[in-house]
């Protein structure tokens, strides 16, 4: 077990959080200490893990460091975030920071002994291809190589000893006087293997727990995220697939995702990745998705996902903020107060699902495995250990009624809206999803889960009295199994013989080939998630096909 798969991450930039000045003013400012105000707040969200964007001393935005070994002024000083720190693990947070070591500042300290030394300062090989044999963009007497074009950010030489022992050195501070967790690597996808082999070493080797994610926009997250350098990346594949299904009525695009890496025979079902729906560099999910019902849906589908699930600063409670050409990411980095937050739908419903989140071992270590997907609904199985969990999702306006086979057991406990039931026959199950809802679907052979204690208590009266419970309320005729030969008559009387199951070659759903009994004889294909379903006549509940007497 490892305690990052049982987490639930918070991501803070903390210069925007703290509403610091863009540009280093050179004072001493406490600001990042109220974040122990936002400790109840976390608590309740089911929060224990918090991911620190840069809080090194740096000139503007932080991923320009000026010193490893100091906290930026702007945020406090390192005695205050120590006692920040001590808190956050007081309370069950862990604390995981952000490792900016591809590039420093233009004001580190041995790039600003080589603009005053020139080729005398012992720095020199620092930096990565720095030659005296033309001029910088910035004016200065050599050239160097900044990272990806940006000459204010200093690509550093990490196959020099002198910088990784001052780097590893830093680390080692930070993991005795911080006692943090873990380490985001910025950049990731861009640095240096060896370098990530060695620092993944070092840190092992003072702890066997830390954790090391890196950050992958694209590529194969295998070639980082392997037992030889990382232990996680960022997962941007699927933080794109979970916004655009949602946009374009399209389950069919994070459903092909899920399947590729993370399936049995996946190729990254050895991968823990970090998920998210936005941060401090993508526009706010709230400003992304299109139909803000749908914004609750793209958490549920991140926070169930194989992966540990991270909610970035504000976005529980629907911020919105989007790039701009003049203030670039700033409009993504706000200044939030404990009295900003809101108590809304979305924050509710982030509380509910990260409760549920950090209930279940099959949520937090399960095997993942798609089963059903259509445009509009998408039903995931995950499974670890004789737990079985089925999250069931419905981005259309309407109430959706769908069924599908289950691993046999007698029912389905939905421990989302804590009172829901429903009938499992013949390995077969009928349920309702609500119009933009989520059903996190418990399978047993009949007793009822142990329910997350926030939403037992929430749920206690409902459960008693709730319409949809109508399976626990009244006899129901059973659904016939899945693919059982005769005929069949449908609930409005035509009689049709069932041929087959087959697979849809593009989508690999199943589908009910059958006939009609007499007449013309015409062909049908239905997908069998459908054929075998209920509906609603005239106020009761009856199959849609059922078996011929």
């Known amino acids: 077990m490892y305690w990052v798969n049982e987490s639930v991450f ?22 990042l200490d109220k974040v122990v105000d936002f400790i109840p707040h976390l608590k309740e969200m089911n929060v224990n893990a918090i991911y620190f964007g840069p809080v090194f001393m740096s000139t503007t935005h932080g991923y320009d460091t000026n010193d490893y070994y100091n906290i930026d002024n702007r945020l406090g000083d390192n005695e205050s975030f120590a006692r920040i720190c001590e808190k956050l693990h007081e309370n069950g947070i ?28 012992p720095y020199c090989s620092w930096f990565q291809n720095l030659n005296f044999g033309g001029n910088s963009p910035w004016g200065d007497p050599f050239w160097y190589e900044g990272w990806e074009g940006n000459y204010d950010l200093v690509k550093l030489n990490l196959r020099h000893p002198d910088v990784k022992r001052h780097i590893f050195d830093a680390v080692a501070m930070w993991m005795d006087k911080f006692k943090i967790d ?93 998920n998210f729906v936005d941060n401090h560099d993508v526009n706010r999910i709230s400003s992304t998705v299109r139909e803000e019902e749908n914004v609750k849906n793209c958490y549920s589908t991140e926070y169930f996902m194989p992966g540990v699930p ?46 549920i989140r950090r209930k279940y071992k099959a949520l937090q270590y399960g095997s993942f495995e798609n089963t059903v997907i259509r445009n509009e609904q998408l ?41 829901t039931v429903y009938d499992v026959n013949n390995n077969y199950a009928n349920i309702s999803i609500p119009a933009h809802g989520t059903r996190v ?39 016939p199994a899945v693919g059982t030969p005769g005929k069949y008559r449908h609930f409005k009387g035509g009689i ?28 049908w294909a239905r997908p069998s998630a459908i054929f075998y379903q209920y509906v609603d006549v005239d106020g009761k509940t009856v199959p849609r096909f059922s078996i011929c007497s």
């Open 441 to 479: 679907l418990v399978l047993t052979n009949g007793d009822a889960p142990e329910y997350p204690d926030t939403i037992k208590a929430e749920t206690s009266e409902k459960a008693e009295t709730t319409p949809e419970n109508v399976q626990e309320k009244e006899k129901i005729e059973p659904l």
């Open 310 to 355: 991270s909610v970035y600063y504000g976005s529980e409670w629907g911020i919105k903020g989007q790039k701009s050409r003049t203030e670039y990411d700033y409009p993504l980095r706000p200044c939030v107060n404990v009295s900003d937050i809101k108590d809304n739908e979305l924050f509710r419903h982030i509380c509910r699902i990260g409760a």
């Open 182 to 274: 873990g380490l985001r690597l910025d950049v990731a996808y861009c640095m240096d293997q060896d370098f990530l082999r060695e620092l993944k070493h070092f840190c092992k080797s003072k702890d066997s727990q830390f954790w090391l994610m890196g950050e992958i926009i694209h590529g194969d997250y295998a070639r980082l995220a392997n037992p030889d350098l990382l232990d996680s990346c960022t997962n941007y594949e699927c933080y794109k697939g979970i916004y655009s299904s949602h946009n374009d009525h399209n389950y069919f695009e994070i459903a092909h995702s899920l399947n590729r890496q993370f399936a049995n025979g996946g190729i990254y079902h050895n991968i823990y990745t970090y």
């Open 379 to 419: 039903i995931f199985k995950r499974k670890f250990e004789g737990e079985t969990i089925y999250i069931a999702l419905n981005l259309s306006s309407n109430n959706f009624d769908i069924g599908f086979n289950t691993d046999g057991g007698a029912k389905l406990y939905d421990v989302y809206d804590g009172c």
């Open 496 to 523: 049709y013989e069932f041929i087959c199951l087959a697979k849809d070659s593009e989508t690999s759903e199943e589908l009910v080939i059958y006939k009609e009994a007499g007449g013309e004889g015409k062909i």
């Open 10 to 31: 918070y991501h803070i930039y903390p210069l925007g959080f703290c509403g610091a000045p863009r540009i280093n003013d050179g004072q001493l400012e406490y600001r």
């Open 94 to 121: 862990r604390v995981v920071l952000d490792g900016v070591f591809n590039h420093v500042g233009r004001g580190f300290w041995a790039f600003r002994d080589i603009q005053e030394k020139k080729q005398g300062s």
